[in-house]
């Protein structure tokens, strides 16, 4: 999508979108008179700014038309909204075949908080909510394309401010990662298997101050990296990790880690899952897509520490090498796990990159994973669930993540069900009871490979990863959360 901020004197377009809050008279950046008639049209058809609904006009010059989006109630106001209501507004002009957008930027005086954060907000939501994965479909002549320019009009005659201007390249930076995680995780399983997924990776050390590096098999062999190896046997498509390392630009004596679980498709192994459903697990990889994200995000952008990225990789299919329910795991700091369900396979790469990104001695390590079919029955498929060790991160992630629009909960994790893991044959089992706290079991289970004193934070992803209907700002399919929650937290430490 194409972004252009212009003044409204040179506004030449043929849509123009304005927002609204309910209660107001007169919609944002249209004051007065004008505003005043817009508004009194709008209410004809019942519109008065309510959140998620749009409203028609025409406007009073020429042929071009106005379309006004409601943010709801002032008093209601989340900045979300902003993305929400524009992606509805965008949707009205997909509708009516138009393909270029002008969006009126408010005053500052207009909207709570700060505007540059509301201008970046309803650019996100224009591009977020334009994203569409058609590689492998042939257009059809009734197709609705979407909008592919949103022109930022502003009322101010020399343009809009130098904050405005950097909160737009932001917001398109942040945007084109959450996208490029999208096309990541909607991408068929075949075409993306782990040396491929590693190939994606090396192209994104072309940009700005970072580096990569590839472990194939044989390194993952002298390095002991059991987990990610015997997850990785039951296909002919080789495991690997990527470590991706990004230098800020300024010396900082922070380091942060960032690991997602990689599994190009999961078909359960010899656990195999049932049939139905099973395409969905192409979707397997998003944490480690929202790694890859991460990192083209900081190819253009300064973030004050070390980040360092793990992406580990592998196809955990039923092949004649394939791991086998009894067999006994050894990861790289030396636990053993006994396997029960060759489903249960994420928990093992993340093992041994957490035991791996301990020894960076990070001062926050996370994982992503899309982990447990339990998180989706406790928390649904708009919360991911957070568990760990660090309450200040884990706070912060959930406030920053309510501002992004993800969201975010916090689960225990009580030692005392660590019993369930007992194993007479391992360190441990890598998995508790049947149905009783998967998700916090397999919680538990990664901490066993977090060395003491690195403060972590677990994401299970496995609901909010993948949409199956059109959502506000997230078409059907993979919607790249969490990339927009770390970018921030990162940005902000
Ligand atoms: N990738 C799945 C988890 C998942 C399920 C993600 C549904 C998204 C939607 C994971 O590898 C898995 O299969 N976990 C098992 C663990 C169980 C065997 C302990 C599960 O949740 O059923
Ligand atoms: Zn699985
Ligand atoms: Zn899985």
Known sequence: MRIDVIAKKDWTGRVLVGLMFEGDKTPLALPGEEGRGYAAVAADEKFAGQFRKTSLLRANSGNSKLILAGLGKRREFELDRVRSAVARALKRAEDIGVDSVGLLVPESSEVKGDLADFVGAAVEGAILSSYRFDKYRTPKPDDSKPVVELVLVSANPKGASAAIRKAVAEAVARSEAVCFARDLANEPP???????????????????????????????????????????????????????????????????????????????????KPATGMEAMKDDMSGAGAVLALFKWLGSVDVPAMVHGLAPFAENMPGGGAQKPGDVIRHYNGKTAEVISTDAEGRHLLADCLAYGSTLRPDLMIDMATLTGACVVALGDEYSALLGTDQRAIDRLISVGRKQGEFFWQLPLPERYKSHMKSKVADMKHTGKPGVAGTIVAGLFLKEFVDEGVPWVHIDIAGPSFTKEDW??????????????????????
């Open 190 to 272: 075949s075409p993306k298997p782990p040396e491929k997924m590693a190939e994606i990776a090396m192209a994104l050390a072309k940009q700005g101050r970072i580096a990569v590096r590839v472990m194939h098999k044989a390194e993952l062999e002298k390095l002991g990296m059991g987990g990610i190896l015997r997850v990785g046997a039951g296909s002919h498509e080789p495991p690997c990790l990527v470590h991706f390392t990004y230098t800020p630009v300024t010396k900082s004596k922070k380091t942060v880690v960032v690991i997602g679980k990689g599994i190009t498709f999961d078909s359960g192994g010899l656990s195999l």
């Open 472 to 493: 506000d700002y997230s078409p059907a399919g993979a919607t790249g959360v969490p990339v927009r929650t770390i970018a921030a937290l990162l940005k902000g430490l």
